[in-house]
């Protein structure tokens, strides 16, 4: 079974720049959630997705942050403007849906964004 | 507001050996809590989930114990190797909060052959 896809890996604009993430979930996965984790600390949940519809994103920074996932499939993460404290490193997750072990997420390899 | 957090950033042990990592939570609410693994360069691994109205469960050479009273949560890694080096976070997840998850800080675990 493939795993959580997402690209790029590795990323590096200047502050006011703008970037574009994407993830491509396990399949069947109805669950969607983007993260940001910061050097030396754990995840921190930006927007979770349920189909096509967002289920949270009261941690997601609207006014440079936006996320969409149109098909119920694959999903975009923008930042715009990016910011230096947007430096972080960028994880998707699936998960089968809220009705069956939702806490158990499979996880991209992430994208490492630095802003300079 | 309630998060979860971990009492040791770096813990290192010896190829064979036992490891605990621990974990404190402070919500109470919490129906679930996981243990996570994560890798250089790569994202969280689920490794395994506690119910709420258990205090123990075991796995493939892990052990999570969970002690409501006090609010802790420990891993327990038997017979520690080499690729068992990763940081590991606990998360804990609530059903009714649309089953987010809010993960501590990480400890990171060295393995010395």
């Known amino acids: 079974e493939a795993g959580v896809a997402q690209s790029p890996r590795y990323k590096i604009i200047e502050k006011r720049q703008s970037v574009a993430f994407w993830c491509n979930p396990i399949?069947?996965?109805?669950?969607l959630y983007w993260y940001q984790q910061i050097l030396g600390q754990g995840p921190k949940l930006l927007i979770q997705?349920?189909?096509?519809?967002?289920?949270?994103d009261s941690q997601l920074p609207k006014d440079r942050f936006s996320a969409e996932r149109l098909k119920g499939v694959d999903s975009t993460l923008k930042i715009q403007p990016a910011k230096l404290e947007d430096s972080a490193v960028y994880l998707c997750?699936?998960?089968?849906?809220?009705?069956?072990?939702?806490?158990?997420?499979?996880f991209g390899p992430g994208t490492r964004l630095t802003v300079t | 507001g309630e998060s979860v957090g971990l009492h040791l950033p770096t813990l290192s042990v010896q190829e064979g050996d036992n490891s605990i990592i621990n974990c404190a939570y402070s919500?109470?609410?919490?129906?679930?809590f996981i243990w996570y693994k994560q890798e250089s360069g790569k994202g969280p691994q689920f490794i395994i989930d506690?119910?709420?109205?258990?205090d123990k469960r075991q796995g493939q050479r892990v052990t999570v114990l969970l002690n409501k009273t006090v609010k802790h949560l420990s891993l327990q890694i038997a017979a520690t190797q080499p690729g068992d080096s990763a940081v590991y976070f606990c998360?804990?997840?609530?059903?009714?909060?649309?089953?987010?998850?809010?993960f501590g800080g990480g400890t990171r675990l060295m393995v010395k052959p």
């Open positions: 506690i119910r709420s109205n258990m």
């Open positions: 399949s069947g996965h109805a669950t």
């Open positions: 919500n109470s609410a919490s129906d679930y």
């Open positions: 997750a699936s998960s089968l849906g809220p009705n069956y072990r939702a806490y158990e997420q499979y």
């Open positions: 997705f349920q189909n096509n519809g967002v289920v949270d």
């Open positions: 998360a804990e997840n609530i059903s009714d909060a649309g089953n987010m998850l809010t």
